[in-house]
């Protein structure tokens, strides 16, 4: 693979789902990799399109870029990309090297492990961090639990090894589609903008080439959230959509952001009225939150003990057992988690009023 066409792959990859103008492209390639021609790239783009590998669709005076993923090849040339960038960026990094192939030999036998992206490498690495998103298979919910308490136990050795954070989330494979398809602002179709895949690329590549061919629409998020600045708007209107409206606040339109997001930002807050808005939100909406994504939100922002306190408060309180909450739970005591607890009285009273019990 040529420079032009890896730095031409790299900037349509980080940009899922956002078609880009030559123009568009050509900047964002000097802004990463600088001295940029648009000549140059213009007649790559053309040359690449020709053979199938992007697609050009005229918008107004200007042609828009995107990746084609009905070209056979786009998967392997996508992996190949991936790779390049893994060698370019553990270039010169013993340690993270190290690391990186302590994580291979440990996590190989692990047969529900799918893929193993390395999210913002760059900036992490700065932060004597990482952070991995940890792509699974799907199987029966008890090898699953197991699979998942082995991950957290390893990655923790390691962390204290290399005296280095490491931060990650698993996903299946059904619920991390669900959340690149999904309209809400969320973690996976942030982590999908800068990331590299250190192990497996093709299988991540095979999945959304998968999805957009079942017409999918998947857009990545350029920017990441910071759950601690969320705006006031947007609080109130996502806590109405998840079934906790407060009395006073107008609900207005705001931004639709996912629920985990939401609790983080409760839980930075830290308003005794407010928390108890994270035991309503996920008593009504018990099936359809992603606790993987919770558990790894709560660990990197340092809220994992008052988490447990509440999920148990939850398991007590709520008369249909909140069976969901067992295995993050159990994932959470695994880790040593030291728990927070919670005011069950509060709580009690408070899912009495929005009518759970």
Request: net charge neutral.
């Amino acid at each position: 693979m040529d420079e032009a066409t890896y730095r031409i792959l790299n900037i349509l990859g980080r940009n899922l789902g956002r078609p880009l103008s030559i123009n568009e492209l050509t900047c964002k390639m000097e802004e990463i990799y600088g001295g940029t021609y648009y000549a140059n790239t213009n007649e790559k783009i053309h040359d690449l399109a020709k053979d199938g590998i992007i697609t050009l669709a005229k918008s107004g005076r200007s042609s828009l870029t995107s990746l084609n993923f009905n070209n056979y090849s786009i998967t392997d040339l996508l992996a190949e990309m991936e790779l390049r960038r893994k060698y370019e960026f553990f270039s010169g990094k013993q340690e993270m090297q190290m690391l990186m192939m302590e994580i291979d030999t440990h996590l190989y036998n692990f047969l529900l492990i799918k893929s193993i992206s390395l999210i913002n490498p760059e900036r992490n690495v700065k932060l004597n961090r990482v952070e991995l998103l940890i792509h699974l298979r799907k199987t029966e919910k008890k090898s699953m639990t197991e699979a998942k308490i082995g991950i957290y136990k390893i990655l923790d050795a390691l962390q204290g090894i290399h005296n280095i954070r490491i931060d990650h989330v698993t996903l299946e494979e059904k619920l991390f589609l669900n959340m690149l398809k999904s309209d809400e602002i969320n973690p996976a179709r942030e982590m999908l903008s800068n990331k590299i895949v250190i192990l497996n690329p093709q299988d991540l590549w095979l999945e959304i080439k998968k999805a957009e061919k079942e017409g999918i629409k998947i857009i990545a998020e350029t920017s990441e959230t910071n759950p601690a600045h969320l705006s006031e708007n947007d609080l109130i209107f996502n806590l109405a959509r998840f079934g906790y409206t407060e009395f006073g606040p107008k609900i207005k339109q705001g931004n639709l952001i996912c629920m985990e997001y939401i609790i983080i930002a409760i839980m930075f807050q830290n308003d005794a009225r407010r928390m108890d808005a994270i035991s309503v939100i996920l008593a009504k909406n018990s099936e359809k939150t992603n606790y993987d994504l919770l558990l790894f939100l709560v660990l990197k922002y340092g809220f994992g003990g008052k988490m447990l306190g509440i999920l148990k408060a939850l398991k007590n309180l709520v008369a249909h057992g909140m069976k969901t909450v067992n295995e993050p739970i159990l994932l959470l005591e695994a880790m040593n988690v030291e728990e927070v607890k919670a005011n069950e009285k509060s709580i009690k009273e408070k899912l009495s009023l929005y009518h759970v019990t």
